[in-house]
């Protein structure tokens, strides 16, 4: 009977209390489970029977818990809790096995716990793998996405047998501080013929001003003539990541040419136009009937061997398109849509970029590239035509035009007040702004051939002189804002009898031009010679 009761002690005892604890840390463990208990430091998940919680559990919630042994003052030797730690790491597999007195990190969980004789500790959890022995301090940068792409290709295009210009928009950080570069090669389409690398000279023509993107046309040279037999090929750029970058770099078939596609007189023979004009993007809310007094007068500025084309960021809207829809059916018009070049951010509607493809796109269909606005009104003196004056700057590659800024909403009064209406801007808006010591931008021409790249206002990219005395021989009259108003823009009137003086208007000196005004009613009866009254009852 007594060795009985001794025995279902024992059992008790071995049931309730494993023999891995001393009576002295059993007695500890109870007090600190007491004093957690009550202090909330468990939660209540599932039941207290010791029979069913072994000392591998008890040690794995310290540990998961995150509480300090020592906060309670209780001496329990920590290679007993690491001896339980380790034992438990083959069923639980929440804990790591390492050595004794090493730290402790949780499988996959970002800061394990770590238990050094009394010590906790938050240390980095590496990815990709536990238990590396690599420095504990060493930081991993995760990156995701990508802010901007490398290269963003609009157009390539040969330049002659042996030279090619990629234009396209680039991560404008990257260019500014990592400067990459690029490669060039030529591949035959007769694959027994040997890739030819080339020369890859990179410009960046936007003056800074992009934004997220920036501006970056390539000139590929190569040391001789590449496709020229007719053989078809490709021009394959390499566009590189900047310096110290480990990176490959991205190959890009720029161009793609077929068999006999080449044709070596298109880069010698006389040029189809005269003159071109290359628009800059077009976008808002633009007002058809300034669209259209604009068209009439230059394709009457320019005469019958001219072109023009525009380019449709968003601003060609139905009313607007209708306006043109008369000069592209008479082939005096090309309208391109690059409303898709809104998703990379660059400077006012990449602007810049749109130039520059223009440049090479049409680089040998004129002698001369023009780049004005569509709120801009070139002019040339009585006596002059644009011919003579072209002829007298044919020695320069480029020259600069003067501008004349005129009041968007300062009319001359008349006493009826209806004929506002039926008059053309250019008819009733004629005080120009004649205030001093301001730089004006100016606008210009180019010949095309020999300019590798181009500006909004200039180009820095040719071959040749530039001329920029150009004042009493050609000026632009320049109607700022009229072109993105589509209501009567009279809003300030001047008598008559007062229009041979200055008049002031917030700050700023005006005088009466009506140079323009004076050759209003050719350029309608010119309108209607060349496309009729189609356009007669265009809206404002």
């Not at 019958?304 to 449709?312: E, K, L």
């Not at 005129?406 to 009733?428: F, P």
Request: proline share 4%; with cysteine; aromatic share 12%.
């Amino acid at each position: 009977m007594g060795s009985g009761k001794e025995k279902e002690k024992d059992g008790v005892a071995s049931g309730f209390f494993p023999n891995c604890m001393e009576t002295k840390v059993l007695m500890a463990t109870i007090l600190v489970m007491g004093v957690m208990l009550i202090t909330g430091q468990f939660l209540p998940f599932g039941g207290f029977g010791f029979g069913s919680r072994s000392c591998e559990k008890l040690a794995e919630t310290f540990l998961r818990e995150g509480s300090s042994v020592r906060a309670y003052s209780v001496e329990i030797r920590t290679n007993e809790l690491k001896q339980t730690e380790i034992s438990s790491n083959g069923t639980s597999g929440g804990l790591l096995n390492v050595e004794a007195e090493k730290d402790v990190s949780s499988n996959g969980t970002s800061g394990g716990l770590g238990v050094e004789e009394g010590i906790s500790s938050n240390e980095t959890v590496k990815s990709g793998g536990l238990g590396e022995e690599e420095d504990k301090n060493k930081r991993v940068f995760l990156p995701y996405g990508n802010a901007a792409y490398l290269f963003v290709q609009m157009g390539a295009y040969r330049g002659g047998e042996n030279t090619f210009a990629v234009v396209g928009l680039a991560s404008k950080p990257l260019h500014v501080y990592a400067k990459p570069g690029f490669e060039c090669e030529w591949i035959p389409r007769d694959s027994t013929l040997e890739p030819l690398k080339g020369k890859a000279y990179k410009m960046l023509p936007d003056w800074g001003y992009g934004r997220v993107y920036t501006v970056v046309v390539v000139n590929c040279t190569f040391s001789q003539g590449v496709g020229n037999d007719g053989g078809g090929g490709q021009l394959v750029l390499y566009a590189h990541h900047g310096d110290g970058d480990a990176l490959e770099p991205e190959r890009i078939v720029a161009l793609t040419e077929k068999e006999n596609a080449y044709n070596a007189t298109i880069y010698t023979a006389a040029a189809p136009f005269d003159y071109l004009y290359c628009g800059s993007s077009l976008y808002g809310d633009l007002s058809p009937q300034r669209m259209r007094e604009w068209m009439a007068y230059h394709a009457k500025f320019f005469g019958p061997r001219s072109h023009f084309v525009f380019h449709d960021a968003g601003g060609v809207h139905s009313e607007v398109r209708k306006v043109l829809e008369p000069w592209m059916q008479a082939g005096r018009v090309t309208l391109q849509d690059i409303t898709e070049q809104e998703q990379f951010d660059g400077y006012y509607h990449n602007q810049f970029l749109i130039v520059n493809d223009c440049l090479h796109r049409y680089r040998f269909m004129a002698k001369w590239t023009f780049y004005f606005d569509v709120d801009e009104y070139l002019y040339v003196p009585k006596g002059r035509t644009i011919q003579s004056v072209l002829k007298e700057f044919s020695n320069y590659t480029q020259f600069t035009i003067e501008q004349y800024p005129i009041s968007n909403k300062l009319c001359l009064q008349l006493n009826d007040s209806k004929q506002y209406t039926r008059d053309w801007g250019l008819e009733k808006l004629v005080f120009r702004d004649v205030k001093k010591g301001i730089r004006r931008d100016r606008k210009y021409a180019i010949q095309a051939r020999n300019a590798y790249a181009t500006g909004v206002h200039m180009s820095e990219n040719i071959i040749g002189k530039s001329q920029h005395q150009t004042v009493g021989k050609i000026r632009y009259y320049h109607y700022h804002g009229t072109i993105s108003s589509r209501v009567e823009p009279c809003r300030e009137f001047v008598k008559p009898s007062m229009r041979k003086n200055i008049t002031w208007l917030e700050g700023t000196p005006y005088i009466y031009d009506a140079t323009l005004k004076g050759i209003a009613a050719s350029i309608k009866k010119f309108e209607l010679q060349q496309i009729g009254t189609e356009l007669a009852h265009t809206p404002q």
